[in-house]
């Protein structure tokens, strides 16, 4: 946070990325390689044929508790929008709108699509084949499953410390971001700002985030990111209306 975006923040994320590669390139090596080629193909075309429907799906004809996933998740990642929105922006300026969509939209999109094809096929092929239920089993605690799924694979400790890493990495660069974003509103935009600022909103945010951990756990942080996200729902019409008018 202290040393803005050229250094810290685009280090780290440089990090992140190169370690996110090694292990997902291991588990596609080490894993079913060949049928995961094949779940790739399969899971994009049912992603864009059923990217309308599931855009629009809010879970009304199904159970109370059936919809949960909705709100733990889809709701839930939509609030994250209006900081990665400026973030993303601001990291942006100077690039053409085609090299934005292919480098902020596309290629995400495919990564996310691999990245989800490697993990998520692979836990279903190995509990099929060699876990025998085992790792369905452990579906139910989330924190333990990733290193439950390691333990199907060569060096499952170093894997296991390796994503330790990588998932602090990635909430240490989405917290700067975070506060990045912050610092630039209050600044109004300016492209520098004092290095106590930036900390200043970087302590706050790890400040809250402590606060509401200790007060009401997971689902209270959760609670407070859509109270707090709503109201910028609205502006963020607004600005794609700005956005469609000024393109």
């Not at 059923?50 to 159970?63: E, Q």
């Not at 085609?98 to 836990?123: D, E, H, S, Y």
């Not at 610092?183 to 109004?188: C, G, L, Y």
Request: hydrophobic content about 60%.
């Amino acid at each position: 946070a202290a040393s803005e975006l050229g250094n810290g923040v685009r280090r780290l994320s440089e990090l992140n990325l190169a370690l996110a590669f090694l292990l997902l390139a291991f588990v596609i090596i080490a894993g079913p390689t060949v049928f995961l080629l094949q779940a790739f193909s399969e899971n994009v075309g049912d992603y864009l044929s059923n990217l309308v429907s599931l855009s629009f799906r809010t879970f009304a004809y199904t159970p109370p508790n059936a919809s949960d996933w909705f709100g733990n998740w889809t709701i839930q990642y939509w609030a994250w929008s209006p900081f990665v929105g400026m973030f993303i922006a601001r990291i942006s300026r100077g690039r053409t709108v085609r090299q934005f969509v292919i480098g902020v939209l596309i290629a995400p999109t495919l990564f996310n699509l691999l990245w989800m094809t490697a993990f998520g096929n692979t836990a279903i092929w190995l509990d099929t084949h060699a876990a025998m239920g085992k790792l369905a089993q452990t579906a139910t605690n989330v924190d333990a499953l990733l290193f439950r799924f390691f333990d199907f694979f060569p060096g499952s400790t170093a894997l296991s410390w390796m994503a330790i890493v990588l998932i602090a990495v990635f909430f240490i660069t989405s917290a700067d971001s975070g506060a990045f974003v912050i610092d630039t509103i209050a600044s109004r935009g300016a492209a520098h700002s004092p290095v106590w600022q930036r900390l200043f909103w970087a302590a706050v945010l790890g400040a809250t985030a402590a606060i509401l951990m200790l007060a009401g756990g997971l689902k209270a942080l959760q609670a407070m990111t859509l109270v707090a996200a709503l109201p910028v729902a609205i502006i963020m019409v607004l600005l794609c209306y700005g956005l469609w008018r000024g393109m």
